[in-house]
């Protein structure tokens, strides 16, 4: 069974740091891409950062702040934030998409960990 599990979210103060984790099971990962998205109500969810191999991208405003990793042996991707702000505040989703042995497809989300940034 195919899972993408978050954790590591937490309520902290501007300035703060956290380390969300995602742990991945059900499937070979190792050329997935993967990526942490965040989410705030009324807005669409929205990338953060994605590692692929050993290429990582970061949105803008999150560029100099976090950092994406990824554990092969662990099958787990963290997230590193450092230096949050109040607009970091949302729900952030981990997501693996790639293609299989038969180039088919696929996209897999988590449930996602919430994160809040008091000012």
């Known amino acids: 069974q195919v899972q993408l599990v978050e954790s590591g979210g937490d309520l902290v103060q501007a300035g703060g740091s956290l380390r969300l984790s995602c742990a991945a099971s059900g499937r070979d990962y190792r050329t997935a891409t993967m990526g942490w998205y965040r989410q705030v109500p009324g807005k669409q969810r929205e990338l953060v950062a994605s590692?692929?191999?050993?290429?990582?991208t970061y949105s803008a405003p999150v560029k100099g702040r976090f950092t994406i990793s990824r554990d092969f042996a662990k099958n787990t991707v963290y997230l590193q934030m450092n230096n949050l702000k109040p607009d970091d505040t949302g729900i952030y989703y981990c997501?693996?998409?790639?293609?299989?042995?038969?180039?088919?497809?696929?996209?897999?989300w988590g449930r996602g960990t919430q994160v809040i940034v008091s000012s």
């Open positions: 590692i692929s191999s050993d290429i990582s």
């Open positions: 997501n693996a998409r790639g293609r299989d042995s038969g180039w088919t497809p696929y996209d897999y």
